[in-house]
């Protein structure tokens, strides 16, 4: 009887060892299968991948007609970059350089042994084709940057020499792509300016290659083992695209991504609260803006008060920038005044701009409408007429992809609202709004909206974003098609005034003519919002130094190059995928071993008694 009692209860071990086992692989086992493909994806070779998430998917690969100045500056190499500390100008393809006393010829000598991703060399010829191919052409993308270059001389394969027709302010803050003369003189540049796409892999000399671009997906990039500065210290970039903002920032937490760029707000103190991850407001040389077409033609489809200056001005006093602050950055951001921000440059060379307290304009809807009817346009029923009688009505467009600006536009919406504007209000992917923005019908530039909010940058050196307001922009980088002779005069001064401190005031000059004529109201200088993974993964590099972010500065492409998993950080393809389903798996593997040996001895002792 004991002995039939002992065999039931060794059979009922046995059975509930093995069902304990069952059930631990039947749960963990697919776990660690499912969190291993997704990790995985898209990333089948091996490797150390570093992966970065981002909300804005690239437009196009192709520098003359993209925006993606992320993947370019990886890819490509300019002839001069910047320090990432203080974005000051540093040696990148030009080893060194010097100008004549007059500041109009400059020379350039360039880097010795290095080749195209193909293998091909890269000597002199590859500079020279590429400024006349952006002058010869009128590249808008680039135009900013070419201004008063006369002619480009190949003085021998590692020199090359500028001549310009006027001292050039930003002779070294061009940031120009170089690009290879045995790939692109084959490319129809009027094709190069408007469709072409320039499909991986896409041959540069820079530290990465764009070897896969799938829509909706990724960007991968290879990294060049050849580069000059020294291979990167990862073997691939995966550039992540997410249409979910909150899925990104877990994915940050989860150990998914190492690094993600466009993090919302509301997520930043949750990250930081949870150690895996720091979670910072990187300084942006940029500013957020309500864009205005001011195009004054009768091609443009869009309201003709916005030509009226009056009537810009009128709207400037109706926008709360701190309450824009407040709910759509919630506190990331600070009130904009002008189009470079503070706190970014050198103190004894702050291009930032604040108008005087008599000039500033502050929130007040009462004076907003006063000085709309003031300027024309009665309130007649609650409803705001323009100079013919009709109500003024607005499209305002919003970006799909851009929660902050959809909140700051609703915001705007209601103020105009409130002045008797009937506003529409659309939320559009950027795709529609560029092609708004840039209209044409047939080959007459008729741009096709009113007003829109999204995000303006400068270059370490300010000549580029001043372009922006120049008649030479209107259909390129120029957004609002305003044109102003006193501007043009001002920025041909300060584009040809090399001493810095000289060249400041017309800086300043021309920041306030924009903020008279309220060209477009800046709202707020935002900051980058961005995590990284600083706890697994080393060599992360700030730009500039002090306030910057590690990513997306695309002057500064440190960060790519230095960054690296911590010794025994976890796995090395960067995939995330978490170790624990395996290893208890295997423990229990282990222990059910253990356990039906220990009762396999224990029945032997049993049966002997």
């Given at each position: 009887?004991?002995?039939?009692?002992?065999?039931?209860?060794?059979?009922?071990?046995?059975?509930?060892?093995?069902?304990?086992?069952?059930?631990?692989?039947?749960?963990?086992?697919?776990?660690?299968?499912?969190?291993?493909?997704?990790?995985?994806?898209?990333?089948?070779?091996?490797?150390?991948?570093?992966?970065?998430?981002?909300?804005?998917?690239?437009?196009?690969?192709?520098?003359?007609?993209?925006?993606?100045?992320?993947?370019?500056?990886?890819?490509?190499?300019?002839?001069?970059?910047?320090?990432?500390?203080?974005?000051?100008?540093?040696p990148e393809l030009a080893t060194s350089w010097e100008?004549?006393?007059?500041?109009?010829?400059?020379?350039?000598?360039?880097?010795?042994?290095?080749?195209?991703?193909?293998?091909?060399?890269?000597?002199?010829?590859?500079?020279?084709?590429?400024?006349?191919?952006?002058?010869?052409?009128?590249?808008?993308?680039?135009?900013?940057?070419?201004?008063?270059?006369?002619?480009?001389?190949?003085?021998?394969?590692?020199?090359?020499?500028?001549?310009?027709?006027?001292?050039?302010?930003?002779?070294?803050?061009?940031?120009?792509?170089?690009?290879?003369?045995?790939?692109?003189?084959?490319?129809?540049?009027?094709?190069?300016?408007?469709?072409?796409?320039?499909?991986?892999?896409?041959?540069?000399?820079?530290?990465?290659?764009?070897?896969?671009?799938?829509?909706?997906?990724?960007?991968?990039?290879?990294?060049?083992?050849?580069?000059?500065?020294?291979?990167?210290?990862?073997?691939?970039?995966?550039?992540?695209?997410?249409?979910?903002?909150?899925?990104?920032?877990?994915?940050?937490?989860?150990?998914?991504?190492?690094?993600?760029?466009?993090?919302?707000?509301?997520?930043?103190?949750?990250?930081?609260?949870?150690?895996?991850?720091?979670?910072?407001?990187?300084?942006?040389?940029?500013?957020?803006?309500?864009?205005?077409?001011?195009?004054?033609?009768?091609?443009?489809?869009?309201?003709?008060?916005?030509?009226?200056?009056?009537?810009?001005?009128?709207?400037?006093?109706?926008?709360?920038?701190?309450?824009?602050v407040q709910l759509a950055h919630q506190g990331y951001?600070?009130?904009?005044?002008?189009?470079?921000?503070?706190?970014?440059?050198?103190?004894?060379?702050?291009?930032?701009?604040?108008?005087?307290?008599?000039?500033?304009?502050?929130?007040?809807?009462?004076?907003?409408?006063?000085?709309?009817?003031?300027?024309?346009?009665?309130?007649?029923?609650?409803?705001?007429?323009?100079?013919?009688?009709?109500?003024?009505?607005?499209?305002?467009?919003?970006?799909?992809?851009?929660?902050?600006?959809?909140?700051?536009?609703?915001?705007?919406?209601?103020?105009?609202?409130?002045?008797?504007?009937?506003?529409?209000?659309?939320?559009?992917?950027?795709?529609?709004?560029?092609?708004?923005?840039?209209?044409?019908?047939?080959?007459?530039?008729?741009?096709?909206?009113?007003?829109?909010?999204?995000?303006?940058?400068?270059?370490?050196?300010?000549?580029?974003?001043?372009?922006?307001?120049?008649?030479?922009?209107?259909?390129?980088?120029?957004?609002?098609?305003?044109?102003?002779?006193?501007?043009?005069?001002?920025?041909?001064?300060?584009?040809?005034t090399v001493d810095p401190q000289a060249r400041l005031?017309?800086?300043?000059?021309?920041?306030?003519?924009?903020?008279?004529?309220?060209?477009?109201?800046?709202?707020?200088?935002?900051?980058?919002?961005?995590?990284?993974?600083?706890?697994?993964?080393?060599?992360?590099?700030?730009?500039?130094?002090?306030?910057?972010?590690?990513?997306?500065?695309?002057?500064?492409?440190?960060?790519?190059?230095?960054?690296?998993?911590?010794?025994?950080?976890?796995?090395?393809?960067?995939?995330?995928?978490?170790?624990?389903?395996?290893?208890?798996?295997?423990?229990?593997?282990?222990?059910?071993?253990?356990?039906?040996?220990?009762?396999?001895?224990?029945?032997?002792?049993?049966?002997?008694?």
């Amino acid at each position: 009887m004991r002995l039939a009692t002992v065999r039931r209860a060794r059979r009922g071990r046995l059975s509930a060892i093995a069902v304990f086992t069952f059930l631990l692989l039947v749960f963990l086992v697919p776990a660690a299968h499912a969190a291993a493909a997704e990790g995985s994806s898209p990333d089948p070779d091996s490797g150390v991948a570093l992966r970065v998430g981002w909300t804005v998917e690239p437009d196009n690969l192709n520098p003359f007609a993209g925006y993606s100045v992320e993947l370019y500056h990886l890819n490509y190499d300019c002839l001069v970059g910047w320090e990432p500390g203080d974005l000051q100008p540093r040696p990148e393809l030009a080893t060194s350089w010097e100008s004549s006393a007059d500041g109009k010829v400059w020379t350039f000598h360039l880097r010795e042994g290095v080749r195209w991703q193909d293998g091909v060399p890269f000597t002199a010829d590859d500079v020279k084709f590429t400024f006349d191919y952006i002058i010869d052409n009128s590249m808008a993308y680039f135009t900013s940057y070419t201004d008063y270059i006369e002619e480009v001389e190949v003085v021998d394969p590692l020199t090359v020499r500028f001549v310009c027709s006027k001292p050039k302010a930003n002779m070294l803050g061009m940031l120009v792509y170089i690009l290879p003369k045995h790939i692109w003189s084959e490319i129809d540049p009027e094709k190069a300016a408007t469709s072409y796409q320039n499909d991986p892999p896409v041959v540069g000399t820079g530290p990465f290659q764009i070897v896969e671009w799938e829509k909706g997906s990724h960007v991968e990039l290879q990294a060049n083992k050849s580069y000059w500065r020294g291979a990167p210290k990862v073997d691939k970039v995966l550039f992540e695209y997410y249409t979910n903002a909150d899925t990104m920032a877990a994915d940050v937490q989860s150990g998914h991504l190492q690094a993600a760029w466009g993090i919302p707000p509301a997520a930043m103190g949750k990250l930081n609260a949870s150690g895996d991850v720091a979670a910072i407001g990187g300084a942006f040389n940029g500013f957020t803006m309500l864009a205005f077409n001011c195009y004054d033609s009768p091609d443009s489809l869009g309201n003709p008060v916005l030509r009226d200056s009056a009537f810009r001005q009128a709207l400037d006093w109706a926008v709360d920038r701190g309450k824009i602050v407040q709910l759509a950055h919630q506190g990331y951001a600070r009130p904009a005044t002008s189009i470079l921000p503070p706190d970014y440059y050198a103190k004894d060379m702050d291009y930032h701009w604040e108008p005087p307290a008599g000039l500033a304009r502050t929130f007040d809807l009462a004076r907003a409408g006063q000085l709309l009817t003031a300027a024309g346009y009665p309130l007649k029923d609650g409803v705001r007429l323009d100079k013919q009688g009709a109500p003024v009505a607005l499209r305002l467009f919003a970006r799909s992809n851009s929660p902050t600006d959809q909140v700051a536009a609703k915001l705007i919406a209601g103020w105009f609202e409130q002045l008797g504007l009937r506003i529409k209000l659309d939320v559009v992917d950027e795709g529609y709004l560029m092609s708004a923005i840039y209209n044409y019908k047939g080959a007459t530039y008729a741009p096709d909206y009113d007003t829109f909010v999204w995000y303006g940058s400068s270059d370490p050196d300010p000549n580029y974003v001043l372009s922006t307001f120049t008649a030479a922009q209107i259909g390129g980088w120029g957004v609002s098609g305003w044109v102003d002779p006193e501007y043009e005069r001002l920025y041909s001064r300060q584009a040809t005034t090399v001493d810095p401190q000289a060249r400041l005031p017309l800086v300043h000059e021309m920041e306030a003519l924009l903020y008279r004529d309220s060209v477009i109201l800046s709202l707020t200088y935002p900051e980058w919002l961005q995590a990284y993974d600083d706890k697994q993964w080393a060599g992360w590099v700030k730009s500039p130094a002090t306030n910057g972010g590690v990513i997306y500065n695309w002057y500064s492409i440190d960060s790519y190059l230095s960054v690296h998993p911590r010794s025994g950080a976890g796995p090395a393809d960067g995939s995330g995928v978490p170790v624990w389903p395996f290893a208890v798996a295997a423990a229990a593997v282990a222990l059910t071993a253990v356990m039906l040996i220990r009762a396999k001895r224990r029945s032997r002792a049993e049966t002997a008694d």
